[in-house]
């Protein structure tokens, strides 16, 4: 029984932390591993960060100026319509549609710390 119980903790602690295949979508521009990236800043640490403010990375003048701290409430709007949520962001993303996708990108952003 102790067994069963610990490898069902570990599929989920594995499937709660894997990343998203609606990820695979945020790494082609951008890396999650904090080093930065040629097209987007690292999402490493993002949620909880204050919008357009990694040194490494030249942001557009709408998002250094936003003010918006990546809540998850911030990101899931921001991932649904990001030219709505920051009018003028050069992020070229049509966004996620689907809120079952948005949770899992979101789920999967507050892991990478």
């Not at 930065?36 to 949620?47: Q, R």
């Not at 250094?64 to 998850?72: F, K, P």
Request: hydrophobic share 45%.
């Amino acid at each position: 029984m102790r067994v069963l119980a610990a490898v069902l903790l570990a599929i989920f602690f594995h499937s709660a932390s894997a990343q998203p295949a609606a990820f695979a979508r945020c790494a082609a521009c951008h890396d999650s591993k904090g080093a930065g990236a040629d097209l987007g800043p690292s999402l490493s640490g993002v949620v909880g960060r204050k919008a357009g403010s990694r040194e490494d990375f030249r942001y557009s003048r709408p998002m250094a100026r936003s003010g918006i701290v990546w809540s998850e409430q911030n990101l899931d709007a921001f991932l649904k319509a990001p030219d709505q949520f920051v009018p003028g962001t050069r992020m070229p993303f049509e966004g996620l549609p689907s809120d079952a996708e948005r949770a899992a990108v979101i789920r999967h952003l507050k892991s990478l710390k």
